[in-house]
């Protein structure tokens, strides 16, 4: 049942149909690596949650693109959800199977590689290895058996597909016998020998198809006596001939079931009767279809023959009435690609148990209107599923169809009906009436219905009716080839084509009816529409690629008795949801690829039962952005899938998810988010967060808290992988969280960051990659702070050298400001003219002789006006502020130098301030008085200066003084002090 479920599960990841699988076309890997889809179906044997879940059907295998993939070099690896460990060693230019790899490995894909030889003794090493895949490895020609070891291999799939094997040597998988599948399938073999496949006892699925067999050996299956599908088709060279199947090539096959022959015969005239008799339990023959020829007589033993294929070389034009006369236990019949002519209305006689019909791809020879009158033999019969598709002439643009059609299709009862591929245009309510009740699934996909010309109302009276596809109704007239438009005829209801490419369009009005329907638009406002009846069971619709279809089943509402849940509108450029509106009954909704621009909150109804939306590949960015509050969302609490990737989303507000209560898959990939920023607190069942391939550079706190508090009570994953994450000194915080958080980081190996130099690159180990930032930006912190302290140092020093150099003149200036707060003010010169003439700045030994003597002579005698600091401040005052004071309202600072002028603790700054105060006014200030005599190397550079300008006046020597000398001194002094005008 596993090995089953493999095949068709990866038929289906290939893009096969199921009747593709069972038609010899064997499922294989494609290049694509298969850790992308292989663990989605290792656990499908084993899960089984429709038991319980009523919503079982809906869920998505959401882990099925995701796991936690790690590096074992020189491949990559991932876990499935069984906890098997697969590797994927696809396009590394590898010579051979690595040696290195975990032993517990348990999958390996070596395809598209450059291994030269395959020995199978190379695997013997990984004891658990179930499934091997060597396919695209074009230098492999050989399979050796250059070994003596006696060890076996638990392998239980090998697919060695597309390479360019031609010879194997005999006994080569004699290692492998439990091996169940084995696939050889395009590659060069010729002849196929018994010795190829010795040992293979337990081979259950043997795939040969498209090689260059010309030669089967007689006992080549002998030993695979568990064989159930072989697959020889497509060897062009391996005709029906009794040389190429001898009558005992299958006669140890007792237990086959599946013979694939199909695409092999070149213009034979019979088919391998004699081999095939041996097949007793036979259930399923694919083969081509021969030219005037029937399955012979020794088929009659073939009672487990239940469905025949025929197709690919198919030369068959006329299914005659003894064609199926040896193989009356048919239950399918499938005939595809055959320039059919004539069925023989008797034909069918001979299959009383036919169940499935399937006539398709009739190369314009046979059309759908012959096939339908051909169907007089079926009635009444026990025929459930027919399909008649791609059946038209290539001269006839479109169809339509009408209740002469149905004659017979009426007495059938059937429950699937399948029209694919016709070019009907128009299905006449005529036809429709006639319609069996029994009928299950109706597919009318890839013709040419439009919402006008197709009324899903019509269908109300089949009530058993479950499934309607209407998918990829498209216009393809002008695909026809002109030269075939004069063989067309207007007859049986077929429209020939001619220079109006609209004619296919007026079909929508050749009823009264349609008429109407297409009068009324499809786009009726919500408010105006009427309650719109539907098959009572009808569940699912599909109807992807439909142009204006979704306005018809969102612009109404639907009865009560509606029991539609799932409905696929993908792909059909509908893209106004702003005023429609979603019937409660849906359970499961696609709307991808609509390049849809507005949804409006009210487009989910209140309490909606709404489990699975698919908004994938839209314009919804916008909206989603100005969603401050959750409100598109909020009435959806049911939901547990919700896809909206491809949106071009740059920001989701903090509450977009607010009523996700129910929430268990969320996908955002492939955007243009930039931070993270939402409340994941309330998602209590989430199981997969996906934000790959978005521009992510940070995540809030916030949210880093909501998710790690999810992750104490929820196995979730969260997927970052093709982010432009911070590996810089800024974005630690984040690196530090995704090193150290318990949330499942899936995918480990593809997250990516962006370094101090915008250069992207893998992020690696996570704890690794903290370490080197932490470690990194310590010493660029560390650099920082030492930069700034010792830039604050050097500008602290700066600051106190030049305080120092201009100390007097910030002393002057703050003093200045402080004499001027406490009232201080120097009053502005009138005319010239000062308040002192002179203030005299002297040490405080010379004060007796400044009170005495200069006031005598100066302002006694001579009418002076002095200012001197002993007697003239205020007790009480600022000295500091008296002295700036005085210098500005006095018209001469004097100075009294002796050798102890200094000394004094005001006389420098006095000195000082009046040298700032000249500085300041541009006028002279200072003027020397040398009252005692002192070394010019002892003073300071202030007063050589003004020595130098010949502003100062000597004191007499004592032993030198007369009176005409002191009178002289005063003189010189009163006319130094004196203001002028």
Known sequence: MLLLTLILTSAKLEGLTSHQVVSGISPVISDASPLEYLPQYLDLSDNDNSMEDTNAEYRTGFRSGHGDRF??????????????????????????????????????????????????????????????????????????????????????????????ISTIDDGSFRFFANLQQLDLGENSLTNITAGMFLGLRSLRNLNLTKNSIVFIENSTFDEMQHLKL??????????????????????????????????????????????????????????????????????????????????????????TRDFFQYIPYLNTFVL?????????????????????????????????????????????????????????R????????????????????????????????????????????????????????????????????????????????????NDFNSNDFSLATDSDHSIAPNSSTTLCNSLLYKTELHKNQALESARVPLKDSWPVKLPPNLSKIKASEFLDYGFFILGHVFQDNCSLKEVDLSDSYFSNWGDLYLSPPIKKIDLSSNYCRRINPKFFSKNSPLVHLNLQNNFLGDDFANDKYGNIFRNLNKLFYLDISMNLIYKLPNRFL???????????????????????????????????????????ESTRDDLDALAAITDFELDLTFNPLPCTCSGIELMKWLATTKVKLINQVNLQCRLENDVATSVGDLKERLNFLQRSCISKSLILVVSILSTMFVAVVLGLLLMYRYRWKLRYLRNVAIAKFIGFEPKKPQQGIFKYDAFLVYDSD???????????????????????????????????????????????????????????????YAVNMAINEAIHTSRQVLHLCLYQPVALAEMPRDLVAILKRNEFIEYPPEEEITPGLIENFWDQLTAAARQTD
């Open 394 to 477: 290539t001269h006839f643009p479109c169809r339509e169809l009408h209740a002469q059609h149905a004659k017979y299709l009426q007495h059938i009862a059937l429950e699937e009906l399948d029209l694919s591929q016709n070019r009907i245009a128009l299905i006449g309510l005529d036809f429709i009436r006639l319609l069996s009740r029994t009928l299950k699934k109706l597919v009318f996909n890839y013709n040419k219905i439009t919402p006008f010309s197709f009324n899903l109302e019509q269908l109300a009276f089949l009530n058993n009716l479950l499934e309607l596809d209407v998918e990829n109704q498209k216009d393809d007239s």
């Open 336 to 392: 595809s690609g055959c320039k059919l002519v004539y069925i023989d209305p008797e034909a069918y006689s001979n299959v009383p148990n036919l169940h499935t019909l399937e006539i398709s791809h009739t190369s314009h020879t046979y059309d759908l209107y012959e096939a339908f009158d051909h169907l007089i033999g079926l009635q009444n019969s026990s025929l459930k599923v027919l399909r008649l598709k791609f059946m038209y």
């Open 846 to 908: 010379d004060m007796q002789f400044v009170l005495n003597e200069c006031v005598q002579e100066l302002e006694v005698r001579r009418g002076l006006k002095l200012c001197i600091g002993d007697r003239d401040f205020m007790p009480g005052t600022y000295v500091a502020s008296d002295i700036v004071s005085a210098v500005q309202n006095s018209y001469r600072t004097v100075l009294l130098v002796t050798p102890e002028f200094y000394d004094d603790d005001y006389v420098e």
């Open 71 to 164: 590096e074992c070099k020189p491949c990559i690896c991932s876990h499935s959800l069984s906890q098997y460990i697969l590797a994927n060693c696809s396009s590394r230019r590898l010579r051979d199977v690595p040696d290195s790899l975990p032993p517990e490995l348990w999958l390996l894909n070596m395809t598209d590689n450059e291994i030269q030889l395959f020995n199978p003794e190379s695997v013997l090493r990984y004891k658990n290895l179930n499934t091997l895949i060597i396919s695209y490895n074009r230098k492999i020609t050989h399979i050796s058996n250059e070994t003596f070891s006696n060890l076996t291999s638990g392998l239980v799939i090998l697919n060695l597909t597309k390479n360019s």
């Open 230 to 319: 072989l697959d020889l088709s497509l060897n062009k060279h391996l005709s029906y001939t009794v040389r190429k199947f001898p009558p005992r090539v299958f006669e140890k096959l007792f237990r086959l079931q599946s013979l694939y022959i199909q695409g092999n015969t070149m213009g034979d005239h019979s088919y391998p009767n004699s081999a095939l008799q041996k097949l007793t339990n036979l259930k399923i023959l694919s083969s081509d279809a021969l030219l005037n020829c029937t399955f012979g007589p020794q088929l009659q033993s073939l009672k487990h023959l239940k469905e025949l294929h025929l197709g690919t070389n198919c030369r068959l034009k006329n299914l």
């Open 658 to 700: 607010a009523g996700l209560t129910n929430l268990e898959t969320l996908i955002v990939s492939d955007n243009k988010l930039q931070l993270l920023n939402l409340t994941f607190r309330h998602l209590t069942r989430l199981q997969l967060l996906d934000f790959s391939r978005n521009s992510i550079t940070g995540i809030t």
